[in-house]
């Protein structure tokens, strides 16, 4: 296996012609010519994120406010630490983009990256949002850096986070293959107990704010996750000789243990203590997830689990209409104006 080359910022004799364009180690100019993608499927994508621009603070918390402070001590306690863990997660996403994006040659998926570590940053400013409405400062400061000090929450960061960390030490081909992998977890797998927990809220007529912040969050969030996972369907076309058996077994085994993580959250901080959810659901639901996951990037499914089993979490996710599950449609148009006009 040859060398993982890091992308010069500056290449005169970079490649001009549309066909070299590789995903890694390509001689790229860095030019971004929106008329001459390889991947044709940025297109689409690009004008799908720019059209879900939106801004935490236009959407009203002032019910959440009231509402607080009368959810049951297991609600709040789901609350809190769920926020504590979506905070934590899409902040290191942030800071992580870059790293990947030094290695990919593809500027169209650059651009993707760039509109990606934009809105991972607007998510967080989102959970800023919340807890500023609806927590005093100390509150808020122990909600954020609940992460260091609840030893659940810490081991299932570490597994995203010690991946993104081997990749800064090591960055090989096989390591940036299972960071991109850790980002596919992430957003497809890793949130969605705390989605279900807060769309089954606004089902209950509890914090319907803080669900529209998540709603338009989750929106992002399928982006995110039909971006790699075009960014491995490439690489396996284009790298297959990285693809043994062996390989594709551990990106098996990377999305079972992130299924796994999931669950054990789940049911750790919603359990079988709020009306409308409980573990059983959780765990059906995730596994439900993790075959669709290994399915969207050519991987045998492992847990067989065919019908959704929480429909109600795809309606409340789809943000005024617009279809969020790039797996299974394409987008509808989206207006910004329009969708929060409508949904406030």
Same mark, same amino acid.
């Given at each position: 296996m040859s060398t993982l080359n890091r992308r010069p910022l500056f290449n005169e004799q970079g490649d001009t012609e549309t066909a070299k364009k590789r995903m890694i180690n390509g001689n790229t100019t860095n030019l971004n010519d929106f008329n001459n993608m390889k991947y044709t499927w940025v297109s689409d994508w690009y004008r799908q994120a720019m059209n879900n621009f939106w801004i935490p603070e236009e959407i009203n918390l002032a019910g959440d406010l009231k509402q607080y402070q009368t959810l049951s001590d297991s609600e709040r306690t789901a609350y809190d630490k769920i926020l504590s863990f979506l905070i934590f997660l899409d902040s290191i996403q942030t800071a992580n983009l870059g790293n990947i994006s030094n290695y990919i040659t593809a500027s169209e998926v650059n651009l993707c990256l760039t509109i990606q570590a934009y809105q991972e940053a607007i998510h967080s400013q989102?959970?800023?949002?919340?807890?500023?409405? /609806?927590?005093?400062? *100390?509150?808020?400061?122990? $909600?954020?850096?609940?992460?260091? %000090?609840?030893?659940?929450?810490?081991n299932r960061n570490k597994f995203i986070g010690d991946q993104y960390n081997k990749f800064l030490d090591e960055p090989t081909h096989k390591n940036l293959l299972r960071t991109i992998m850790a980002n596919y977890i992430l957003e497809g /797998?890793?949130?969605?107990?705390?989605?279900?927990? !807060? =769309?089954?809220? *606004?089902?209950?007529?509890?914090?319907s704010g803080s669900s529209q912040e998540i709603r338009y969050i989750n929106r992002d @969030?399928?982006?995110?996750?039909?971006? !790699?996972?075009? #960014?491995?369907?490439?690489?396996?076309?284009?790298?297959?000789?990285?693809?043994? %058996?062996?390989?594709?077994? *551990?990106?098996?085994?990377?999305?079972?243990?992130?299924? @796994?993580?999931? $669950?054990?959250?789940?049911? =750790?901080? $919603?359990?079988?203590? #709020?009306?409308? /959810?409980?573990?059983?659901?959780?765990?059906? =639901? /995730?596994?439900?997830?993790?075959?669709?996951?290994?399915?969207? $990037?050519?991987l045998d499914p492992v847990y067989n689990i065919d019908t959704n089993p929480a429909p109600w979490v795809d309606h409340l996710s789809n943000a005024n209409s617009v279809k969020t599950d790039f797996f299974e449609a394409k987008s509808t148009a989206y207006a910004k104006a329009a969708v929060l006009v409508d949904d406030l």
């Open positions: 989102s959970y800023s949002y919340m807890l500023d409405t /609806i927590c005093s400062p *100390e509150k808020r400061n122990e $909600i954020l850096y609940q992460w260091k %000090d609840d030893p659940i929450l810490l /797998i890793y949130f969605y107990s705390g989605f279900m927990f !807060f =769309y089954n809220l *606004e089902r209950n007529g509890k914090m @969030e399928n982006t995110h996750l039909w971006l !790699f996972r075009n #960014i491995i369907n490439e690489l396996k076309i284009e790298e297959p000789e990285l693809f043994t %058996d062996k390989l594709k077994n *551990e990106l098996t085994e990377m999305l079972k243990t992130g299924v @796994e993580n999931e $669950i054990e959250w789940g049911k =750790y901080v $919603i359990g079988n203590n #709020i009306q409308g /959810i409980n573990e059983k659901l959780i765990d059906q =639901y /995730i596994k439900y997830l993790g075959d669709l996951r290994l399915k969207g $990037i050519g």
